[in-house]
């Protein structure tokens, strides 16, 4: 066997030193012949850098390689993609791609496509610089790879509003009420499929059972939901059972609500939007924080402020009333 020359599986790797610095690789191959010419090239570039002569390899090459040690797949499509986005920097040698020249096609990119999509291909970018100089192909890293911050999408804040669209659609009598009881008490999905009528007392809905906080809370419905109620099981609401009863009379499976509002036409609603909506009514309507709390069985008041969602309109609202 040669003496730089290793075999891992099929594959011959290489291992030498060259300039004080030691140089190992994948060389692709499964054949000692064209093993051996890999690696005479990888010697020969590696003395040139050693003394300041060498070229580097174009950012396109450098991907090449790096793909070499990886599975087909998944890596080799969003690489080429990215090498196609990056197509003025994969034709530069690796060491020439400086910081400039990066921001530059940032500014470039950003005008049309979003900050994620800039973040993407730059941490790819500065992947494969990394790799670059790991395996020896550049002496330093040529650039700072700046990633830029990301603003935050405001998150859906959905109103009674939705109960309109959802009526016009949803086949089942039970959607909308059940969906009407989430935004005007904040229920956790657990408690919503085993909602008993025995936990309405007037017009108080007291929940009790197994909960996520396995403690009993009580929340005031607004007279809005107790109609809706009403319209679903009639004017004398029964006293027992399940609320949302399934076809063989027991409680839906999970998901039940999300995947009916999405065939009657509202995609990407769950729960969780559900509670953060009653939570950031509650909170614009300036209700004290710590009865929301309690109002969604939270343990701490600081997970009950990550539900809130800001908006525009109502620090303008806050700020003209302070300053009126």
């Not at 075999?7 to 054949?31: E, I, Q």
């Not at 008993?196 to 108080?204: A, H, I, K, N, V």
């Not at 809706?228 to 009639?234: D, K, N, V």
Request: some cysteine; aromatic content about 6%; charged content about 25%.
């Amino acid at each position: 066997m040669p003496r730089w020359l290793h075999k891992r599986g099929m594959v011959w790797h290489y291992r030498f030193n060259a300039g004080g610095r030691d140089y190992s690789g994948s060389t692709g191959a499964t054949d000692l012949a064209t093993a051996k010419l890999v690696l005479d090239e990888a010697r020969t570039q590696a003395i040139l850098l050693g003394i300041g002569k060498g070229k580097a390899p174009t950012l396109g090459a450098v991907v090449s390689e790096w793909l070499k040690g990886r599975a087909a797949g998944r890596h080799k499509s969003a690489a080429e993609k990215n090498v196609e986005i990056l197509a003025t920097m994969a034709k530069m040698p690796a060491d020439r791609i400086t910081t400039p020249v990066v921001q530059e096609w940032a500014v470039r990119w950003m005008a049309d496509h979003t900050t994620a999509s800039v973040n993407h291909v730059l941490r790819y970018l500065k992947l494969w610089l990394r790799y670059a100089l790991a395996e020896k192909l550049i002496r330093e890293m040529p650039c700072k790879v700046p990633l830029y911050k990301e603003q935050e999408r405001p998150r859906p804040v959905v109103g009674v509003d939705l109960l309109d669209t959802v009526c016009t659609k949803a086949k089942n009598p039970q959607i909308r009420a059940a969906l009407a009881l989430c935004l005007m008490s904040g229920m956790r999905e657990g408690e919503l499929l085993q909602a008993r009528w025995e936990w309405l007392q007037g017009d108080t809905l007291v929940i009790q059972g197994k909960t996520k906080s396995k403690r009993i809370r009580s929340i005031p419905l607004p007279p809005r939901a107790l109609q809706e109620l009403r319209t679903f099981a009639g004017d004398e609401l029964p006293r027992l059972g399940l609320m949302f009863p399934g076809k063989n009379g027991k409680p839906h499976s999970k998901g039940w609500l999300r995947q009916a509002l999405g065939r009657a036409g509202v995609d990407g609603l769950g729960m969780h939007r559900l509670r953060a909506s009653f939570a950031t009514w509650l909170l614009r309507n300036k209700a004290n924080p710590k009865d929301v709390q309690e109002m969604l069985g939270h343990r701490y008041i600081v997970t009950t402020m990550k539900y809130a969602e800001g908006s525009l309109e109502a620090k303008r609202k806050a700020q003209d009333e302070l300053w009126a």
